[in-house]
């Protein structure tokens, strides 16, 4: 236990010292190589790390399994390894965040959860509903990554939560939250309206929060049922920010992906300095 706080604190100290643009991760939920590699070339130093979701992973095993001619997988297979290499350019590495909510049988996430490190996973997740026994085994095949478990998706309301899960919203962040705590997991990714509720447990301070709900004020909800902007997260408690459309498809009155994305840091920023002042004047 003592090695896994002191790997904790590491962690956290490492955000602090990047500032706010550690704590901004872009989910690149895109369906082709060549917009990923865009992406990825145009961002890389204005974000802290970068999702690979389930769309962007089936793409990149399409585009080398798929084509008629080897050629064409060969050329792809290049693409996607310069997208990584992209990845780790600059003078640190970008955080890569492997998004597959792993929920199977111990033995199936042990194996998945191998593959996840020799990937080079900063971090990757495991959905809390998986239960205990499963989270464990992916704590204990991790390596030097990190794991976090999703709790209720963003885009549930209350009433489809109680429909699937038998609980309300909270009740299932708790509940999910005490697992992920037991079972050893790094951190937690649940909606920023349940962050300051998580924050006033002190139980859960060891546990990193992750928060995929973040709109700025300047974006649509979408399909988002449970929001806030990033000042809001940030305030509330949060450590990490998962952030796609606002910065992928920036509204054009924002500028291009980088401005948006630049405009998201600087809000973390001014919300990073309000919990400075409060902790100094506390």
Partial sequence: RAILLISVLLFEEK??????KSRLIVGLDIDTLYRAEFFVRLLKDDVGGFKIGYELALAMLKNIITPKLDETAITNALTIR?????????????????????????NTVAA????????????????????????????????????????????????KCVSIFGNSVNEKVLQFAKTLLDAGADGIICSPLEVEMLRKCSEFDRLRI????SRPSWYEKNDQKRVMTPT??????????????PILNSPKEIGNPADAARRI???INEALAILKERKSSA
């Fill in 210 to 213: 992750a928060t995929p709900g």
């Fill in 15 to 20: 955000m602090e010292s990047n500032g706010a």
């Fill in 232 to 245: 809001q997260a940030v305030l509330a408690g949060a450590d990490l920010l998962i952030i796609s459309r």
């Fill in 82 to 106: 310069r997208i990584f290499k992209h990845l780790k350019s600059g003078p640190e590495n970008k955080k890569i965040f492997w998004d597959f909510k792993f929920h199977d049988i111990m």
């Fill in 112 to 159: 998945a959860s191998v593959q996840m490190t020799d990937l080079g996973a900063t971090m990757f997740s495991v959905h809390a509903s998986a239960g205990e026994e499963a989270i464990k085994a992916a704590v204990k095949n991790r390596k030097d990554s990190k794991v976090f478990g999703v709790t209720v998706l963003t885009s549930f309301d209350n009433e």
């Fill in 265 to 267: 840091v600087e809000e």
